[in-house]
């Protein structure tokens, strides 16, 4: 990849000028698809919208249960055909080859390690339910013959769907007891997913700091044990907390590095989710086309493995580069496929970025009783939830839309709680740009009175 001259070109139309104020207050958050998330990392994609992705299915715990070493040579041979399929990316014949192996005599812990399995494969293609119900199935067979390493297992991947559902608390929960039996217990694969998967919660809230903490502690494990998935997902990780924290360069070398990691090991849902966040790089800098043709890369990739969450993110990531070029009905297309599949599967940190891209788009359309009333839906899950980066960005937002109404004492309330969210998160270029908003704002309200 050619290297880049990351001066942001001058906008020229009016739409350009706009987008740019609204990429300043939304940017990240807008972070899974637009900051909605946007930026997941194998742990875990971008108004600026676009927050980076993590690896979700490298931060699900492993857990085997003894199945490759089972002397029933039938179950072995099934389940050596499920977990290869299981590694090919072909998650429904997986599931149903595992479903086949759970009809044959198993011991407790092969049943248990099938049921994670199964459960892995429904989290991947984006069916929650399922995942969870056979999550649980295996918690209870674990806990019932004291099988510390699958109870770990579980919890952790359980955790996994309460974040994907927004609900940080009780996933936070999970993680912190999956992690104190993984590190009592020395079992470091799992250590790492769970340190990651924990630092992913910190950026979620918004505690870069900490997030970063947690994703460097599980790197030098992944480095120090030759875990080269586990590295490729804390190096995405890192990345993401340089991209929120607005250091696109150096971001972009984590991106880099990861991706470099993933061709090496053959794994095409880590390199669409590195390619996904280089892209967002590419488009946050201005270069839309490039940025496109990566996006539209990621986009196949991920329907092709039948990856739906995935999907909704490169969806979304596609609306908000058409969004930038001026299409903004083709943006809103995007946006609204994005947002069906984000309610479909009750990813309501998703659904909140969804409604606040929509916004944007009404808010260019000139359209304002709309895009506020898009912003204030996202907001009202963002607080619910606790994604505090979106909770910041809608409110940037609202006052925006103020503004452009012509109430300027509104428009300061709201860009007022803006800065002081972007501040406790530690946000610097939302921070400088927002000061500048309500400092234009203040001297045009002196003016009025003169």
Not at 366 to 376: S, T, V
Request: charged fraction near 30%.
């Amino acid at each position: 990849m050619k290297n880049i001259d990351w001066k942001l070109k001058q906008p020229k139309s009016l739409i350009e000028k706009i987008l740019i104020i609204v990429i300043i207050l939304g940017g990240i958050s807008a972070i899974v698809y637009f900051v909605s998330l946007l930026f997941p990392t194998k742990q875990e994609k971008g108004v600026q919208k676009i927050e980076s992705s993590d690896k979700k299915v490298r931060e699900m715990a492993d857990y085997l249960g003894g199945l490759p070493l089972t002397k029933n040579q039938e179950l072995k041979i099934l389940f050596e055909k499920g977990y290869s399929l299981y590694e090919d990316e072909k998650y429904s014949e997986a599931i149903d080859t595992f479903q086949a192996c759970l009809n044959l005599k198993t011991e407790d812990t092969e049943k248990e390690a099938l049921l994670i399995l199964i459960g892995k494969a429904f989290y991947t293609i984006g069916k929650l339910k399922e995942a969870e119900d056979h999550y649980q199935e295996a918690l209870l067979i674990g806990k019932k013959v004291n099988d510390d390493e699958g109870i770990a297992s579980a919890l952790g991947n359980i955790g996994l769907i309460y974040r994907t559902k927004g609900d940080l608390d009780k996933a936070l929960m999970y993680h912190q007891e999956a992690l104190k039996i993984d590190q009592e217990r020395s079992y470091k694969k799992d250590e790492v997913s769970q340190l990651g998967n924990i630092g992913v919660i910190y950026r979620y809230r918004g505690d870069l700091d900490k997030a970063y903490k947690y994703h460097q502690e599980a790197l030098k494990i992944d480095q120090k044990i030759g875990y080269k998935e586990g590295e490729s997902n804390q190096l995405c990780s890192i990345g993401n907390v340089y991209y929120v924290k607005g250091d696109r360069d150096t971001a972009l070398n984590y991106y880099r590095e990861a991706l470099k990691i993933d061709e090496e090991i053959g794994y095409r849902q880590g390199k669409a989710i590195d390619l996904g966040n280089i892209g967002n790089v590419y488009s946050a800098e201005g270069y839309l086309d490039q940025a496109l043709k990566y996006c539209q890369e990621v986009l196949e990739i991920d329907r092709e493995i039948g990856i739906r969450q995935g999907e909704a993110m490169d969806l979304g990531s596609i609306g908000m580069i058409y969004e930038s070029m001026g299409d903004l009905d083709k943006a809103l297309k995007y946006y609204q496929d994005a947002l069906d599949i984000e309610r479909e599967m009750s990813i309501r940190q998703g659904e909140a970025k969804g409604l606040a891209s929509i916004g944007n788009v009404y808010y260019l359309k000139g359209d304002l009783d709309q895009g506020l009333k898009y912003y204030q839906e996202a907001l009202k899950i963002d607080r619910e939830i606790g994604i505090r980066l979106g909770e910041a960005t809608a409110l940037g937002n609202i006052g925006l839309i103020y503004q452009a109404k012509g109430d300027l004492d509104q428009t300061l309330k709201y860009l007022n709680k803006a800065l002081n969210m972007f501040e406790e998160i530690g946000m610097l270029e939302q921070i400088e740009r927002t000061k500048r908003n309500i400092e234009r704002i203040t001297q045009q309200m002196k003016n009025k009175k003169k």
